[in-house]
């Protein structure tokens, strides 16, 4: 089975920081590409930050651009998203997921609707 075990999560002061960890089973992790995603009760699941297979190529979105980066360890099975200059509006549950492009491996994508395998979430808590 395909297992996503996301970490880090927690509660933290604004301005601070956190590294968020996907953990990846059951799959060739180095032809996935990945992406994270986030969820305030009552709204629908956003987009965040993605990466190609190779960890050649990311995207964010401008809510968090210049304050999270998205990388992977392909060795490691293991991708992370570090965030800083955490703000209280990035309070959400993270989920992690993983997609297998069907024809070019250096593809990456933010629209959550073709990812293949998800994670449970990690609560992050942006609060003084």
């Known amino acids: 089975d395909v297992q996503l075990q996301a970490s880090g999560g927690g509660l933290v002061q604004p301005g601070g920081s956190l590294r968020l960890s996907c953990a990846a089973s059951?799959?060739?992790?180095?032809?996935?590409?990945l992406g994270w995603f986030r969820q305030v009760p009552g709204k629908g699941r956003e987009g965040v930050s993605c990466i190609s297979a190779s960890g050649r190529s990311t995207y964010a979105e401008d809510s968090v651009k210049g304050r999270f980066t998205l990388s992977r360890d392909n060795a490691k099975n293991t991708a992370y998203l570090q965030m800083n200059s955490l703000k209280p509006e990035d309070t959400a549950v993270y989920y992690c997921?993983?997609?297998?492009?069907?024809?070019?491996?250096?593809?990456?994508?933010?629209?959550?609707?073709?990812?293949?395998?998800w994670g449970q979430g990690t609560l992050v808590t942006v609060s003084s």
């Open positions: 997921a993983a997609y297998k492009p069907k024809y070019d491996q250096s593809a990456y994508s933010i629209d959550p609707s073709i990812y293949d395998f």
């Open positions: 059951g799959l060739a992790f180095g032809d996935y590409a």
